[in-house]
């Protein structure tokens, strides 16, 4: 009998339930709600949610929606319209237990905040992000950070121009085998998280320890050898380490090699 049919904000509704396991949604009218920030955040015993009564046609902030939510083993999104969201940082952030998703029909047009987004989804071995539009994103940081059973990725239609903030995009997806992209700073985002993780794992704590890149590396198959594929390359992987805290960061190559890529 809960009547929410002018509700405009459900920031934090739900949040901090620690014992809730579920809640009927029988009824519910989300018509003009603009705000769901935390609304189950912190529900870490929450094991199901029923959201196809949900309208999300006006919502425009999603920030930390399931956050915590350590119990919740899937979620349906079909009936979910993301087109108004502008800010999804943390939506996924801590769903330890989520094993897969499929964001197939979400339309992220105006989405310019993605940090963390699907940080700390340790169980994650599936995701559909095919059809994620980031043209506006400014920040992917950690976005699937410790996703540990990741195995692949399809990233085809990301794109990067505007983010300025990509460190620890995969950080600890050491299981990831497959990485599909068109965009080469991704991939050099990926190599120079690897060199992070490697150093970390021997605890080399010396941030002025020095680390090349070795430009005249040729196996990019799929990218166009010219000086700004390499350009890009470079300067993403050598600011992704130094985001991370090590100073000594340099490129080994020759000029006449940089001057003509792959020849």
Same mark, same amino acid.
């Given at each position: 009998?809960?009547?929410?049919?002018? $509700?405009?904000? /459900?920031?934090? *509704? +739900?949040?901090? @339930?620690? !014992?809730?396991? &579920?809640?009927?949604? #029988?009824? %519910? =009218?989300?018509?003009?709600?603009?705000?769901?920030?935390?609304?189950?955040?912190?529900?870490?015993?929450?094991?199901?949610?029923?959201?196809?009564?949900?309208?999300?046609?006006?919502?425009?902030?999603?920030?930390?929606?399931?956050?915590?939510?350590?119990?919740?083993?899937?979620?349906?999104?079909?009936?979910?319209?993301?087109?108004?969201?502008?800010?999804?940082?943390?939506?996924?952030?801590?769903?330890?237990?989520?094993?897969?998703?499929?964001?197939?029909?979400?339309?992220?047009?105006?989405?310019?905040?993605?940090?963390?987004?699907?940080?700390?989804?340790?169980?994650?071995?599936?995701?559909?992000?095919?059809?994620?539009?980031?043209?506006? $994103?400014?920040? /992917?940081?950690? *976005? +699937?950070?410790? @996703?540990? !059973?990741?195995? &692949?990725?399809?990233? #085809?239609? %990301? =794109?990067?121009?505007?983010?300025?903030?990509?460190?620890?995009?995969?950080?600890?997806?050491?299981?990831?085998?497959?990485?599909?992209?068109?965009?080469?700073?991704?991939?050099?985002?990926?190599?120079?998280?690897?060199?992070?993780?490697?150093?970390?794992?021997?605890?080399?704590?010396?941030?002025?320890?020095?680390?090349?890149?070795?430009?005249?590396?040729?196996?990019?198959?799929?990218?166009?050898?010219?000086?700004?594929?390499?350009?890009?390359?470079?300067?993403?992987?050598?600011?992704?380490?130094?985001?991370?805290?090590?100073?000594?960061?340099?490129?080994?190559?020759?000029?006449?090699?940089?001057?003509?890529?792959?020849?």
């Amino acid at each position: 009998n809960f009547d929410s049919k002018n $509700v405009v904000n /459900m920031k934090r *509704m +739900f949040y901090d @339930c620690d !014992n809730l396991e &579920s809640i009927n949604f #029988t009824n %519910f =009218n989300t018509r003009y709600v603009t705000n769901m920030e935390c609304m189950f955040g912190n529900c870490k015993k929450l094991r199901e949610i029923d959201l196809s009564v949900f309208d999300t046609r006006n919502v425009g902030n999603m920030k930390n929606m399931f956050n915590n939510c350590k119990a919740l083993t899937n979620l349906d999104f079909r009936n979910f319209d993301t087109s108004k969201v502008f800010n999804m940082q943390c939506m996924f952030y801590g769903c330890e237990n989520l094993e897969s998703l499929d964001l197939s029909n979400w339309n992220t047009a105006n989405v310019n905040n993605m940090l963390s987004l699907f940080d700390g989804c340790y169980k994650l071995n599936s995701i559909n992000v095919t059809t994620f539009n980031t043209q506006k $994103v400014t920040t /992917m940081e950690k *976005m +699937f950070n410790c @996703c540990y !059973n990741l195995t &692949s990725l399809d990233l #085809t239609s %990301f =794109n990067f121009e505007n983010c300025y903030n990509k460190q620890n995009f995969l950080y600890g997806c050491d299981k990831i085998k497959i990485v599909k992209t068109n965009n080469r700073a991704l991939a050099a985002v990926k190599e120079a998280n690897f060199v992070i993780n490697k150093l970390r794992q021997y605890n080399s704590t010396n941030m002025a320890y020095p680390i090349f890149y070795d430009a005249e590396e040729s196996n990019y198959k799929g990218f166009e050898y010219t000086a700004a594929v390499y350009n890009t390359t470079i300067t993403t992987f050598a600011n992704t380490l130094k985001n991370a805290g090590f100073k000594n960061v340099g490129v080994y190559g020759s000029v006449s090699w940089l001057d003509n890529p792959g020849g």
